[in-house]
Every structure is written in C-alpha cells, then in structure tokens.
C-alpha cells in the first residue's frame, strides 16, 4: 500500500500499471502511460525519489484520487 507522499519512480509505474495504465512508452522528451484516453507523461529518471507535490500532479492528471492511491 503506497502512502501519499515521495515515491520512486519504478513504484509509480508498477501502481498505475495495477490501476489498469499500460506503458511506459517512449515519446519525445519522456515516456508516457495510456488509459482509455488518458495520457499521462512520467518524469525523467532521477537519482531522487518522485516528490509530494509532482506525484499531486500526476495522480489529478491520471484521475486517481488520494484515497484510491492508499487503498492500493
């Protein structure tokens, strides 16, 4: 169950992939995921983990809110 807060980058992928998001595909400037017709763009690989506000960010592009996020 990931808590809302700094998450790796490989943990996101892995959640949203159990959310039912396929990818990650290559695009131009950063890999993206696809679900239904939601195309939501990941950030670059970073020695840092994924912060608060940025996975904020992409949970409301991907239509997920934080209480389905913690339920995972």
């Known amino acids: ?5 700094s998450i790796k980058r490989k943990e996101l992928i892995h959640y949203l992939r159990v959310l039912g998001f396929e990818g990650p595909y290559s695009g131009r400037k950063h890999q ?3 679900k239904d017709e939601i195309i939501l763009r990941l950030p670059n690989p970073h020695k840092n983990d994924i ?3 940025l996975l904020s960010r992409i949970l409301k ?3 997920i809110d934080k209480k389905t996020w913690e339920e995972l």
Do not use: R, T
């Open 1 to 5: 169950m990931p808590h809302f807060g």
């Open 32 to 34: 993206f995921m696809i």
């Open 51 to 53: 912060g608060k506000e």
């Open 61 to 63: 592009q991907a239509k």
